[in-house]
């Protein structure tokens, strides 16, 4: 499975961002995609995840600011960023969980996203 994420960049606080995030297989054959993000000198953290149930579950620090979608048709996975932070800035990956005989997870290469006050 390949994932390649688009999209980051560098943005005031309080504007908008979308990540795309585009998939190599079908994307409800993914039982969970989700969105990482990572800040320099932090552990990676799980922003925002969607099941191919459509059930989607968010970080505390983004409920109500970030969305996150699929689009079937087009096998790709969204993450629409409101009224950003600086604290959100961070290289954010794409994640695929696959639930099989095993579970396997695979990742995209990450997008940057800088925020600025």
């Known amino acids: 499975v390949q994932l390649v994420e688009s999209g980051g960049g560098m943005v005031q606080a309080g504007g908008s961002l979308t990540l795309s995030c585009a998939a190599s297989?079908?994307?409800?054959?993914?039982?969970?995609m989700g969105w990482y993000r990572q800040a320099p000198g932090k552990q990676r953290e799980s922003v925002a995840t969607?099941?191919?149930?459509?059930?989607?579950n968010y970080a505390d620090s983004v409920k109500g600011r970030f969305t996150i979608t699929r689009d079937n048709a087009k096998n790709t996975m969204y993450l629409q960023m409101n009224s950003l932070e600086p604290e959100d800035t961070a290289i954010y990956y794409c994640?695929?969980?696959?639930?099989?005989?095993?579970?396997?997870?695979?990742w995209g290469q990450g997008t940057q996203v800088a925020v600025s006050s």
């Open positions: 994640n695929a969980h696959l639930i099989r005989w095993s579970e396997y997870d695979y």
């Open positions: 297989i079908t994307i409800p054959s993914i039982d969970i």
């Open positions: 969607i099941t191919n149930g459509g059930t989607t």
